[in-house]
C-alpha cells in the first residue's frame, strides 16, 4: 500500500496474498505471518483441490494446454479473433487477488514437478506472473531444484517441515521489510 506525504510516497504496508492448497488451514498460516510481521495485510486463500487429490474435473484444458479440437480459420467465418471462454471461478478470484498483492505465498505440503506444473504452485504463479508479483513456496518437503522452481515463476522456497506454523516467522521476517 502507498500512502503520499509532503509529495513522495511512502510504502505503509505490504499486502501477502497466502495461498494454501488443500489440507492447510490458510488462516492459521495467515495468523502466524501477521504475528511476525504486524504491518502486514495478509490476505488468505484457499484453492480447491486438483482433481487427482479428490476434487472435481476441471471444466476445460489444464492451464498453459491448447484445448482439442478442430482449426478454424476465423478470418473465412468474416471474424478478427475469437474470445477465449471465461476462466473457472476459483481462478479469476486468484489472478485479482495476485493483482492486488505485493507477495503472494504458497504452502504445500511436497514441492515437485507435478506441483509446478499443475499444483497450486503452478496456478498461483500464473496468476501473479501479469503483475510481476514475487511468488514464495512452504513446502513441508522440497524436492525440487532451484532450476525448476525459478523456471516456474517461483521467487524462493522454504522448507518447513510438518510444522509451517513453527517456521513461519523466519519466513515472515525474510520477505517483509524490516519494518513491517
Known amino acids: 500500500m502507498l500512502s503520499q506525504r509532503a ?15 488443500a489440507g492447510s488451514d490458510p488462516h492459521a498460516l495467515a495468523g502466524a505471518w501477521r504475528d511476525a ?14 482433481p487427482s487429490e479428490g476434487g472435481a474435473e476441471p471444466a476445460g484444458p489444464p492451464a ?8 478454424v480459420p476465423t478470418t473465412a467465418l468474416g471474424l478478427s479473433s475469437v474470445t477465449p471462454p471465461p476462466p473457472p471461478p476459483e481462478v479469476a478470484r486468484l ?8 507477495l503472494v505465498v504458497v504452502h ?9 506444473h499443475e499444483g497450486a504452485v503452478a496456478r498461483a504463479a500464473e496468476a501473479a506472473a501479469p503483475h510481476a508479483v ?3 513456496v512452504l513446502a513441508g518437503r522440497d524436492l525440487s531444484t532451484r532450476r525448476e ?5 517461483v521467487s524462493g522456497v522454504h522448507e518447513v517441515g510438518d510444522e509451517p506454523l513453527a517456521a513461519l516467522p523466519r519466513v515472515a ?8
Open 95 to 102: 489472478r485479482a487477488a495476485a493483482a492486488a498483492a505485493d
Open 173 to 180: 521476517r525474510t520477505w517483509a521489510p524490516a519494518w513491517a
Open 37 to 50: 510481521a504486524p504491518r502486514c495485510a495478509v490476505e488468505p486463500f484457499a484453492l480447491p483441490p486438483r
Open 149 to 153: 522452481w525459478s523456471a516456474a515463476g
Open 108 to 116: 504445500v505440503a511436497v514441492l515437485d514437478a507435478d506441483e509446478l
Open 64 to 71: 498453459g494446454r491448447p484445448a482439442p479440437g478442430v482449426f
Open 134 to 136: 514475487p511468488v514464495v
Open 7 to 21: 509529495g513522495c510516497a511512502t510504502i505503509t504496508s505490504v499486502h501477502v496474498l497466502l495461498v494454501a492448497a
